[in-house]
């Protein structure tokens, strides 16, 4: 670029709302933009309504991130082999077009534990969300309110979950990762359970942990001073997080290479919440769920972020739909970017459809504006599929309409 095009294009960004958004970590702020970095930037949008699918919000999410923050939101384990994998599941499945069906009224609402919802896009539990941007959870929380979306709050969340349900002005459902130590999960479902929430979801997918290594290749990249947010050697993590404050919990609670089927009894005599139970990628641990007496079975692979099993949550997702044959709503996420993504899934048996990073994006991007958006666009890609399909409700999705190359 040469060097009046340059300042013009600096001229523009500084005009934009993107500038303000990126605040004093990236590019623009320091003098020392590249050529290339300007040609990348310039690809950019600067508002969320001129995102034209989720991956724009990404591209923004990107350069506004703090380095390891960006890390921590788009990495899986080792060599992100999950992850990938994720993403090429849904290439192996192809859509069935059912033509001359009247579809001018599509309708997405469904039924998913006694809960009416208008559609089964659902937000998937993330924490520390404030990494992401200032607005956090309550700004997911009123994008959600605003589209009309449930939401999934993690229980490693930066606001607590009382605000949260204000902010969404209705009940979310709890996500819990338990703790070793018992009373510490206790204390979070009764605090959750008097909250309204009415559901908790209990993720099993880290109890031996996980190998985060290009996490920490991006936090060791950035060039900033961690301690000025995060204690020393982040030692009291837990501690910051609200919905452990006066639980007790010491971080060595977390990690739960000990817990077996039986927790599942314990959580359904300490509470009156129905139990989903998230991170299923088996059809033998989907008929466990339902023999141990959860209400759901959530197919996920923590968004490649578990194991580096290398096989695509789609890909395991018939075998947990047969194995758990209709006794149980099912729920799937881990690598969902677009409407057509979803119609694969429903197509397959799944009754919702969780997202994480699609919306994670948005948020980082944006905040509440671009969570909005981010939902806003898969709701319309998935109208327009389902409309491409020949199949206005839900109820009319099914194996006819994907095939397998
Ligand atoms: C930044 C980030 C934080 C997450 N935090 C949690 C969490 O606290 N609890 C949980 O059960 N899952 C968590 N997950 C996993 C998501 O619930 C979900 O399974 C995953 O994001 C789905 O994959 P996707 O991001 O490809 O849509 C997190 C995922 C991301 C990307």
Same mark, same amino acid.
């Given at each position: 670029?040469?060097?009046?095009?340059?300042?013009?294009?600096?001229?523009?960004?500084?005009?934009?709302?993107?500038?303000?958004?990126?605040?004093?970590y990236?590019?623009?702020?320091?003098?020392?933009?590249t050529?290339?970095?300007l040609?990348?930037?310039?690809?950019?949008?600067?508002?969320?309504?001129?995102?034209?699918?989720? #991956?724009?919000?990404?591209?923004?999410?990107r350069?506004?991130?703090?380095t390891?923050?960006?890390?921590?939101?788009?990495?899986?384990?080792?060599?992100?082999?999950?992850?990938?994998?994720?993403?090429?599941a849904?290439?192996?499945v192809?859509?069935?077009?059912?033509?001359?069906?009247?579809?001018?009224?599509?309708?997405?609402?469904?039924?998913?534990?006694?809960?009416?919802l208008?559609?089964?896009?659902?937000?998937?539990?993330?924490?520390?969300?404030?990494?992401?941007?200032?607005?956090?959870e309550?700004?997911?929380?009123?994008?959600?309110?605003?589209?009309?979306?449930?939401?999934?709050?993690?229980?490693?969340?930066?606001?607590?979950?009382?605000?949260?349900?204000?902010a969404?002005?209705?009940?979310?459902?709890?996500?819990?990762?338990?703790?070793?130590?018992?009373?510490?999960?206790?204390?979070?479902?009764?605090?959750?359970?008097r909250?309204?929430?009415?559901v908790?979801?209990?993720?099993?997918d880290?109890?031996?942990?996980?190998?985060?290594?290009?996490?920490?290749?991006?936090?060791?990249?950035?060039?900033?001073?961690?301690?000025?947010?995060?204690?020393?050697?982040?030692?009291?993590?837990?501690?910051?997080?609200?919905?452990?404050?006066?639980?007790?919990?010491?971080?060595?609670?977390?990690?739960?290479?000990g817990?077996?089927?039986?927790?599942?009894?314990?959580?359904?005599?300490?509470?009156?919440m129905?139990?989903?139970?998230?991170?299923?990628?088996?059809?033998?641990d989907?008929?466990?769920?339902?023999?141990?007496g959860?209400?759901?079975?959530?197919?996920?692979?923590?968004?490649?972020?578990?194991?580096?099993?290398?096989?695509?949550?789609?890909?395991?997702?018939?075998e947990?739909?047969?194995?758990?044959?209709?006794?149980?709503?099912?729920?799937?996420?881990s690598?969902?970017?677009?409407?057509?993504?979803?119609?694969?899934?429903?197509?397959?048996?799944?009754?919702?459809?969780?997202?994480g990073?699609?919306?994670?994006?948005?948020?980082?991007? #944006?905040?509440?504006?671009?969570?909005?958006?981010?939902?806003?666009l898969?709701?319309?890609?998935?109208?327009?599929?389902m409309?491409q399909?020949?199949?206005?409700?839900?109820?009319?999705?099914?194996?006819?309409?994907?095939?397998?190359?």
């Open positions: 670029m040469e060097t009046l095009a340059r300042r013009k294009f600096l001229e523009f960004l500084a005009a934009s709302p993107l500038l303000a958004a990126l605040g004093p990236r590019l623009l702020a320091a003098e020392g933009a050529d290339a970095d040609q990348r930037l310039a690809h950019l949008v600067t508002a969320p309504e001129d995102a034209l699918d989720v #991956f724009d919000l990404h591209r923004v999410a350069e506004v991130l703090p390891a923050h960006y890390g921590y939101l788009a990495t899986g384990t080792d060599g992100n082999e999950t992850l990938r994998s994720n993403r090429a849904f290439e192996k192809y859509l069935r077009a059912m033509r001359m069906v009247d579809t001018r009224q599509i309708d997405t609402t469904t039924e998913l534990l006694g809960q009416s208008g559609s089964p896009i659902v937000l998937a539990p993330a924490g520390s969300q404030r990494a992401f941007h200032a607005g956090g309550l700004a997911t929380a009123r994008a959600a309110r605003e589209r009309g979306h449930l939401q999934i709050l993690s229980n490693v969340s930066t606001h607590g979950i009382e605000e949260v349900i204000e969404r002005g209705e009940p979310v459902w709890f996500q819990l990762y338990p703790t070793s130590d018992w009373s510490v999960a206790r204390r979070m479902l009764q605090r959750a359970e909250a309204g929430a009415p908790v979801v209990l993720t099993v880290l109890n031996s942990g996980s190998n985060r290594v290009l996490e920490a290749y991006y936090a060791r990249k950035d060039g900033r001073d961690c301690e000025q947010c995060h204690a020393p050697g982040h030692a009291d993590w837990l501690e910051r997080k609200p919905m452990y404050f006066e639980t007790g919990a010491r971080e060595e609670a977390f990690s739960t290479p817990m077996t089927w039986d927790y599942l009894a314990r959580i359904r005599a300490a509470t009156g129905k139990l989903v139970v998230k991170g299923i990628v088996t059809g033998e989907a008929a466990a769920c339902i023999a141990h959860a209400d759901a079975v959530y197919v996920s692979n923590h968004g490649g972020r578990a194991e580096a099993s290398g096989w695509g949550a789609l890909d395991s997702l018939p947990v739909v047969a194995a758990v044959d209709g006794r149980a709503p099912v729920l799937v996420d690598g969902f970017r677009r409407g057509t993504d979803i119609f694969k899934a429903l197509a397959m048996g799944a009754d919702a459809v969780c997202v990073r699609a919306y994670l994006w948005g948020l980082a991007a #944006f905040g509440q504006a671009g969570v909005a958006r981010a939902l806003e898969l709701q319309a890609e998935l109208t327009l599929v409309g399909m020949g199949t206005p409700t839900l109820a009319d999705i099914g194996s006819r309409h994907i095939g397998r190359h």
